[in-house]
């Protein structure tokens, strides 16, 4: 029903990079997407009145956050942190609300984190980067995918988007 409801939340009001350009606001953001996730169940509720057998879902983006340092626990709380509020929270709320079949998994990034907020970079080297600078590393998406399925171990999950951008490629 939705597509990366997390970019947009957080580049629209964290960011100030998608409309309505605002920053800092994580109170706002948070409205947000809870308002977009009562949206999906809407739809959801609407397609299976429609069409019962419909396989209904999202487009989650999904990035691996990691500590910058194993050694340093601020590292860890906020790699987490950033875990449970981006990647966990949405999907569990559709699974308590009972709108979700299967999740739709949209993967291209990890992240390091040394402070919450303070220091969000990427992890590789250039030559493992694509031209916008994403992870090139098959074992990303493996991760990614083995901890979705952690969180939910009933549900399939359909990769939905996980390109390559490359300027020396016709």
């Known amino acids: 029903t939705m597509n990366e409801i997390m970019?947009?939340?957080g580049n629209g009001y964290l960011m100030g990079e998608?409309?309505?350009?605002?920053?800092?606001?994580?109170?706002?953001?948070?409205k947000v997407v809870q308002n977009m996730l009562k949206c999906h169940a809407a739809m959801y509720h609407a397609i299976k009145e429609s069409n019962p057998e419909a396989s209904v879902s999202?487009?989650?983006n999904s990035i691996l956050y990691?500590?910058?340092s194993y050694l340093d626990l601020i590292s860890i709380i906020a790699a987490?942190?950033?875990?449970?509020?981006?990647?966990?929270?949405?999907?569990?709320?559709?699974?308590?609300?009972?709108?979700i079949d299967y999740l739709g998994l949209n993967m291209y990034i990890r992240m390091k984190v040394s402070r919450l907020g303070s220091f969000m970079g990427f992890v590789d080297t250039p030559e493992k980067q694509n031209d916008?600078?994403?992870?090139?590393e098959p074992q990303v998406l493996y991760?990614?995918?083995?901890?979705y399925h952690s969180y939910m171990p009933e549900l399939d999950i359909i990769i939905t988007e996980h390109g390559v951008a490359d300027g020396g490629m016709p």
């Open 132 to 136: 916008m600078g994403w992870d090139l």
């Open 66 to 68: 990691q500590a910058s």
């Open 80 to 99: 987490t942190i950033s875990d449970v509020y981006y990647n966990a929270m949405p999907i569990r709320v559709l699974e308590r609300q009972g709108t």
């Open 7 to 9: 970019v947009y939340a």
């Open 143 to 147: 991760q990614v995918v083995k901890q």
């Open 18 to 30: 998608f409309p309505p350009g605002r920053k800092g606001e994580l109170g706002t953001m948070l």
């Open 58 to 60: 999202i487009a989650k």
